[in-house]
Nanobody, 123 residues
C-alpha cells in the first residue's frame, strides 16, 4: 500500500493550497481517509476526514470553514483544499487510510500513512 501526498509548499498568509493524496495497493472504497498535521515539537493532530463514499466529512474546529476535504474514488485520490491559510497552519501534512465504513479523528486508528508534505505559511 502506498499513499503519496503532493501539493505542499510555501504560501503567504491568506493564501490557498490544495493537497492531493494518491492511494495505490488497496481497494480505495473500503477506506475512510483522513488528513493530519504535525508541527515541530508538537503531536500529530487531526485535520479532516471523509467516509468512503464522500458522503460524510468532519473537521477540526481550527480549520472548519477554511479547509475542505474531498475524494474522487475513480482516481483513488483524496484532496484537502486549504483557504485563508494562517501561519499556525504551518506543519507537515499527512494523509491516512482507515479500513472502515465510519471515520476517526484518532491517528492510531488509521492503517496506512503517507510520507507527508510540508506546508509553510509566512506572515
Amino acid at each position: 500500500v502506498q499513499l503519496v501526498e503532493s501539493g505542499g509548499g510555501l504560501v503567504q498568509a491568506g493564501g490557498s493550497l490544495r493537497l492531493s493524496c494518491a492511494a495505490s495497493g488497496l481497494t480505495f472504497t473500503n477506506y475512510a481517509m483522513g488528513w493530519f498535521r504535525q508541527a515541530p515539537g508538537k503531536e500529530r493532530e487531526f485535520v479532516a476526514t471523509i467516509t468512503w463514499s464522500g458522503g460524510t466529512t468532519y473537521y477540526a474546529d481550527s480549520v472548519k470553514g477554511r479547509f475542505t476535504i474531498s475524494r474522487v474514488n475513480a482516481k483513488n485520490t483524496v484532496y484537502l483544499q486549504m483557504n485563508s491559510l494562517k501561519p499556525v497552519d504551518t506543519a507537515i501534512y499527512y494523509c491516512a487510510a482507515l479500513r472502515s465504513t465510519l471515520f476517526s479523528t484518532i491517528p492510531s486508528h488509521y492503517d496506512y500513512w503517507g510520507q507527508g508534505t510540508q506546508v509553510t505559511v509566512s506572515s
